[in-house]
Each structure stands twice: as C-alpha cells, then as structure tokens.
C-alpha cells in the first residue's frame, strides 16, 4: 500500500502514481483515504483527485505546498462559505483535516457525478445559438456574483460546471469577497478576463453577451461599457504574455526537458516507443521520409511516427558566426513553437505544433533545431490561383477569412515577415498560416507598423494580375487606410 507523505508528494512532482493513500486527523480521529486517480495537479503545492467518503465518491483537495498550505487550505474554504452564503451554487464541503506530519491539509468536496465543465460543453454544442445560450448562462452567474460583491480573481473555463441545469462554480480558493461592494471598473475588468479566455475569432459574440450582462441589473455606467472592447483587448495581451511564460516549461499538456545537450518540449499527446526513437535522432526519420525542401538553411519533410504522418523542419546552424549570432536570439524552431501556440489560443488556424528540440552544447551553445507539427492534407495557395482549384472558392468567402487574420494581426500587433501565398492553405472553409519562424508579436506601435506595413505589401504582391486582384485592393483598403494609415506599402 503507498502510503504518501506531503514530502514525498512534493518530491515526486507532477509523477504521482495512482492509487496512492494519504492519513489525516481531526479532533484526535485518525482517517486513511485512497486516492483513485488525480483529476489537477500543481506539482510541489496542491493536486485534486477522486476518493471515496462515507460510501460516496467525493472529491479530494490536498494542499502541502511548503510555508503557504495553510493559507491556501483557508482560502478554498471561506470561498465556498462566501458562495454559498450569497446563495451562489458550488459543491458542499464534506469534511476537513490536517495531513499526518502536520505538513498539510485536506478538504473532501461534494463530486457533481452528473456535472460537465464549461469548456466540454461547448465543445459539444451544435449550433452557435446553443453555445450563446451556455454562455448567457454563465454570464448570469458571473453577474449574481458580481451583484453579491463577489469576485473570481482569476476567472477562467474549468472553474464553471453544469450539473442539473444550475450553474456550478469550483475552486474556493479564487473566490474573493468585497464588504462595500465591487467597483464598476473591477466588474467589467473581471468580465473581460472571462470573455479573454475565448478566441478572438469569437468576439462578434461580445455584444451579445454583454447586454446580456447589464440584463442583470449590475450598476455599470455607460462612459465605462463605452470601452469595453478595449478592455477585452487589454486582458487578452495579459493573458497571452503570461501564456507565452508557461510554453517553455513543463504543464498538463506539454513536458520540457533541458539538459546539456538539449532543449526540448512536446505535446504529451506523441509520447510513445517509436517516439522516443524520434526524440534520439529525428534525422534518420528525414532520411525515411519525404523531403519537401532541403536548403542550406532548413530542411523539410513529411515524417511518420506511429503510424501518423507530420511536417519535421530541421534548422541548420550555417557558420561558426551564425552559431555565435544564435546565443543573442532565440532560435527558428523556438520561435515556430511559440508563435503556433500563440495563434491557436488567438483561434488562427495553424499546423498544430508538436514538438521544438534544440541541440545544445554546454547548455547555451545552439545546434541544429527540429519544429514538428501537423500535416494539413491540402495545397497551397499559389501566386496565380486560377484554374480548376479557384473556381471552388469565391473570393469573398476567401477574403471574408483573410480579413478576420489581418484584423487579429493588427488588434495584437503581430507580422508574419513572410506573406507569400504559399504560406497559406485554405482547406474545408479554413485558412491556416504556415511558415511561423519570422512571425512577432510587437510592443511598440511603430515597429510593428513598419513590420505589418511589408505583410501587407508581400500579400498585395501575390494576387497581381489575378482576378483576385481587385478584392485584395479592396481588403487592405479596410485594413490599412481604416485603421488611420496612410502610408505608402512598400
């Protein structure tokens, strides 16, 4: 039987085998319970499971991050006390303890058998009309909270549940109470964190939403919804530069590994046998597989690993100048990583990233770099784009789409650095970006004009004498002019 200390669960991380057995008291009685499976863990502080209680399964909270257990411990249990004396629906506390060792906590939470997390069921929706309907929801519980002088300080997705047609929020420890009241500002600060967590292809539905919102008697003026949008913004730039901090470490859905000798993170999704062979020398799987472009620069093929086919792009350390020139900036492989991971939280459809694996000397000294990412099974669009191909695609359908990309751009100030046509795909009503290495996302305005001024000229470039023409003209009009840019498009 294992039988986990706090220590012992500190020391194993985010590796903590299942079923595990953990003892606590209360009042001098002495409880033993088996964890089953573990639901969220942060390692080193605190992890939610299953377990069974009084011949029920609950849920399990275990706190043991070091000098700050017991604070965390408190806090989840005066957010639910706070919840449910506002009459706001959350799961029941069952039972409380301390840990043996005195290193610890528990806490045994009502398990919403029945329940399903937001984001399921949104996925699971059919229509849009379905999931604006979840949504105005869940909007209703955010405003009963707000209307109670409650605040979720960091309000996001997997803290809302539906079970039994109420509005379930979890996780006490978020929950903060306001005696006066919540500030206006602070209530549509809030609000715009949690419309921050959906694409910003999804924003034509904040209008909506947040009437639906102010339905619910909350005392907001109007000078303050008047900016509303920009607030959005603002909390979605928060949000991703501290999405940006966590791509290069170790979470639920990626692993990272660093050594002397390599910098690598992954999707935990790949992990297999034959995908350990892969990580030892994704060379002899270029060799295997089908060559796509072999420059001096980078190489590019199409590889299987388990069965699935992917794109690999090997980066090449040129010189001994360009490896010194590589320690001040980050690599090519590196920036592809990143710049997927940040389009798709934008909902810009792009090759899902895989894998980034650096070789490494000494730690610091590049080497060849590897970017492994999802084969999209469709063409490119080319230079001309006529023929049999173009007549399936009208071209307000293609630039209705091209539109919706060059607006994300410029709202969260990122350029491409390469727009030619055959870094796009459009495929099944969805334009994908390819091509990521030289993509950045810009802190200061007019560097990222200047940037996104050349994206805009490259693209005018590639429809020059097509009947598509015309329409491209007609885009950057809206896109370039509109926004108070006069400038000429180099």
Known sequence: MNTFSCAKLISMGRHIPTPFHVSASKDQQQIDLRVESILRIVPGKRLVGLTQWQNRQVIVKLFYQPGCW?????????????????????????????????????????????????????????????????????????????????????IHLD?????????????????????????????????????????????????VLLRHYLEQDVDVSADLIADFYLRLKQARVHRLARYERKLFRSTTANRCVQTSTKFLVYDRSMHSHEFDLFLENPDSFIERGKIMKNGNSATVAEVSIAGQVYVLKRYNIKKF???????????????SWRNASVLEMLGIATPH????????????????????????????????????????????????????????????????????????IYANKVLYVLDLDSMQRHKVEVRFHNRFAKDLARFRKNWIGTRFEAPVEQLIEKIWVSKGRQAKLR
């Open 70 to 154: 017991r604070r965390n411990h408190l806090a989840d249990i005066n957010g639910i006390n706070l919840l449910s004396s506002a009459r706001i629906p959350t799961p029941e506390i069952l039972h409380q303890a301390i840990l043996t060792g005195n290193q610890g906590a528990l806490l045994l939470i009502e398990y919403l058998n029945e329940g399903t997390n937001l984001l399921s069921l949104l996925d699971e929706a059919n229509t849009e009309a379905d999931r604006l309907k979840l949504l105005e929801r869940v909007i209703e519980s955010i405003a009963n909270c707000h209307n109670s002088g409650i605040l979720q300080n960091d």
């Open 353 to 424: 990233p895989y894998v980034f694996m650096e070789r490494r000397i000494l730690w610091i000294f590049r080497r060849r770099s590897y970017f492994l990412c999802e084969r999209i099974e469709a063409d490119h669009l080319t230079t001309d784009f006529e023929g049999e191909a173009a007549t399936k695609i009208t071209a307000d359908e293609l630039f209705a789409a091209f539109q919706q990309l060059l607006e994300i751009m410029h709202h969260y100030k990122i350029s491409h650095g390469d727009m030619k046509a055959t870094n796009f």
């Open 159 to 207: 803290n809302f549940m539906l079970s039994k047609e109420r509005v379930y929020l979890l996780d006490g420890g978020d929950i903060k109470g306001a005696k006066n009241g919540i500030k206006p500002e602070t209530k549509l600060t809030n609000l715009a964190m949690f419309f921050a967590q959906f694409p910003a292809t999804m924003d034509h539905n904040v209008g």
């Open 321 to 335: 100048a360009h490896g010194l020139r590589s320690l001040f900036r980050s690599g090519r492989a590196y920036n």
